[in-house]
């Protein structure tokens, strides 16, 4: 009898070893959260190829895109949450629709982004809910009276097709109307599965994380992905509170999830993995806000603190979509505005209106040229880039100048690691391209 009892227990204990090594081996499978890709072409094609729906759980299901879209199902219909990017929604609709072709009875848009808006359209039926927080509704406002601005802002950065205006603000505009807008919490139920909806402030001021606690899981937008955050975008964007992310954090690591599903990127699994993952996130984004104000308060500008602040290696999240300078500029900014003490940047003149003058000065543009020219090889493109922006304010077709300048981008690019930088620098790269086809 005793005997037996051992061999019972022993045979339980291994079981158990062996159930806890197939999680852990399951959690590590899904938690290899996906850097962002490094270039922008890439990153608008991520899942371009993907043949069906990548299912997460027995009723979760993504379609991989530059904005994931998911497909939640239940047995009285479906939720979509977040639509992906106009021209990626199509492909999104095909694979979620191959899994279930059941009503769409509630769309929940994460925030008013267009990655997350553009495919609406082509899911909303004539009785579907679409839900967002209350702020989306400005925050739409906020890009249709800028659409102008952004329409040429978010192609370049993204290497798209510059759309026209009216597109770009009937994709992305005020045109979106959402039949529930709510302010810190919401929720429903759907055929037995509750989805409780909370307002998570971050990338955007209208940012919301979908909780359905039948599947552990939150749905986490872009308050969290494979860089560190896009604080600040060069593409332009009003303040992203640094301490908004970490309160909204904050918010989800409270709900204690088995699954973080964010839009962009994969799935994470396994409430140890994410803890680790989102705290990690969270500390990296605090580190560097208070290094970021300690440095204002101690007077220092803004340029010595872009240089200064780097994260301590534990919390080296990446910077292949966001980047820590930007955010240390951007955090500087959104608390302080762009003045600098320096009375010379109170008034309209900008500094490149005496470049010409300095120009002349150094003996004209061959001399300032032959300085970029020694600038880049010895490796310094931002210099270069400097220089040879004061010879094009003097003559704005020298093709010496733009031929040096076209270098120190190539050169740039060959050095950089970050989407968005890379999209600018293509951007420009094409810009000086096109100067210099032109025949003086
Ligand atoms: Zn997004």
Not at 104 to 118: P, Q
Not at 349 to 366: I, R, T, Y
Request: proline share 4%; glycine share 8%; with cysteine.
């Amino acid at each position: 009898m005793k005997m037996c009892k051992m061999k019972h227990s022993k045979y339980w204990l291994c079981l158990v070893v062996i159930v806890s090594l197939l999680l852990v081996e399951s959690a590590k499978g899904h938690s290899r959260q996906t850097q962002m890709p490094e270039n922008p072409i890439t990153l608008v094609r991520e899942g371009a190829d993907q043949k069906e729906a990548l299912k997460i759980n027995e009723a979760i299901y993504q379609a991989i895109g530059f904005g994931n879209t998911f497909l939640v199902t239940t047995s009285e219909g479906n939720v979509i949450i977040d639509t992906s990017i106009a021209n990626r929604a199509p492909q999104h609709v095909k694979l979620l629709k191959a899994v279930s072709s059941a009503p769409v009875k509630y769309i929940i848009l994460t925030h008013g982004h267009g990655d997350h808006t553009g495919g609406i359209a082509l899911w909303k039926e004539p009785d579907t809910k679409i839900i967002a927080q209350k702020n989306f509704a400005e925050f739409l406002h906020y890009q249709t009276r800028l659409a102008g601005f952004f329409a040429l802002r978010n192609s370049a950065q993204f290497s798209l097709p510059r759309p026209a205006v009216s597109e770009w603000a009937g994709n992305y505009g005020a045109k979106i109307q959402a039949n529930v807008l709510f302010d810190d919490k919401y929720e429903f139920t759907l055929g037995g599965v509750k989805f409780e909806i909370f307002h998570t402030p971050g990338e955007t001021p209208d940012h919301l994380t979908v909780w359905i606690p039948k599947y552990q899981a939150a749905f986490t937008g872009d308050n969290f992905y494979g860089s560190f955050p896009n604080i600040y975008t060069l593409r332009g964007t009003q303040p992203r509170w640094a301490l908004d992310y970490t309160n909204s954090l904050n918010k989800v690591l409270a709900l204690k999830p088995e699954l973080v599903i964010p839009s962009h990127g994969r799935a994470i699994a396994g409430n140890a993995e994410i803890t680790r993952q989102l705290a990690r996130y969270r500390d990296a984004i605090q580190y560097v806000h208070d290094e970021t104000v300690k440095g204002m308060n101690a007077g220092k500008d803004v340029f010595t603190l872009m240089n200064e602040i780097k994260l301590p290696p534990a919390l080296n999240i990446g910077e292949s979509y966001g980047k820590l300078s930007w955010s240390v500029r951007g955090i500087y900014e959104g608390y302080a505005g762009y003045f600098d003490l320096n009375p010379a940047t109170m008034y309209e003149k900008p500094a490149s209106s005496v470049h010409a003058d300095v120009v002349k000065l150094a003996g004209g543009a061959e001399a300032v040229i032959k300085l970029a020219q020694d600038k880049l090889a010895a490796g310094d493109g931002i210099g270069t880039l400097h220089l040879t922006d004061m010879v094009l304010t003097a003559e704005p077709t020298n093709r010496k100048a733009l031929e040096t300048r076209l270098k120190a981008l190539e050169l740039l690019v060959s050095k950089c690691s970050n989407t968005n930088e890379r999209g600018w620098l293509d951007y420009s790269i094409s810009e000086a391209k096109k100067k210099l086809a032109v025949k003086n």
